[in-house]
């Protein structure tokens, strides 16, 4: 357990309504991501984080956005949430020498209706 | 090509067989390798990285990576049925610790 905590756990929410999940660390660690899991495509980035107000486009950005406005939450909002984002919401952070292996959260399951 | 890919099974093994899992990855990642298992409804659990040239061993698991022949494998000796789940690739793809995965591979192990 590297100490993440993802929430709500499931959402279900109404198509043009905004959505934010939160990813919360408690280890202070620099990089946080943002991945949804869908069958067929595994595992996509969508935005990640490299520290404080740093944050980058992953593969699958559009339509959603990022904040980290301290070093512990990382927040995911669907501005305008359609069908095409019901999917399996994952929040990961990396640790080791070089940053490089990456633990996860318990994931956010949203269903968009 | 995909920057790692992996056949989606089901790979069937019977229980005490060994299981072996392949991954192909393309020259756009870089150096660092990692498995991880999911079961169904869980998130993704880290069980092995690797991040030379050769095979790294720890416990049943065993993963090998070939740099030539660009692939990565990961051998489960004496499989159990607890080690049925979906197992994924990934890559680091060189910036920001970024990972990038393939599909998975579901594996069954039968009694």
């Known amino acids: 357990d590297a100490g993440i905590t993802q929430s709500p756990r499931h959402k279900v929410t109404e198509t043009g309504t905004p959505v934010t999940l939160r990813c919360h660390q408690t280890e202070n660690h620099r990089y946080m991501y943002w991945y949804r899991q869908d069958p067929g495509h595994g595992l996509r980035l969508i935005h990640y984080s490299y520290g404080v107000k740093d944050t980058d486009k992953g593969e699958v950005s559009d339509g959603y956005s990022v904040s980290r406005s301290k070093t512990e939450d990382f927040l995911l909002t669907l501005e305008s949430a359609t069908s095409s984002q019901t999917s399996v919401y994952f929040c990961?952070?990396?640790?080791?020498?070089?940053?490089?292996?990456?633990?996860f959260g318990q994931g956010t399951r949203l269903t968009v209706v | 090509q995909k920057e790692v890919e992996q056949n989606s099974g089901p790979l069937s093994v019977p229980e005490g067989a060994i299981a072996s899992l392949n991954c192909t990855y393309s020259?756009?990642?870089?150096?660092?390798f990692f498995w991880y298992r999911q079961y169904s409804g869980k998130s993704p659990e880290l069980i092995m990285s690797?991040?030379?040239?050769g095979d790294k061993e720890d416990g049943r698991f065993t993963a090998q990576l070939n740099k030539a022949s660009q692939y990565v494998s990961l051998l489960i000796r004496d499989s159990q049925p607890s080690d049925s789940a979906t197992y994924l690739c990934a890559a680091d793809t060189g910036t920001a610790s970024k990972l990038t995965f393939g599909t998975g591979t579901r594996l069954q192990v039968t009694l």
């Open positions: 690797i991040y030379s040239n």
């Open positions: 020259d756009r990642v870089s150096q660092s």
């Open positions: 990961a952070i990396s640790v080791g020498l070089t940053n490089t292996e990456a633990f």
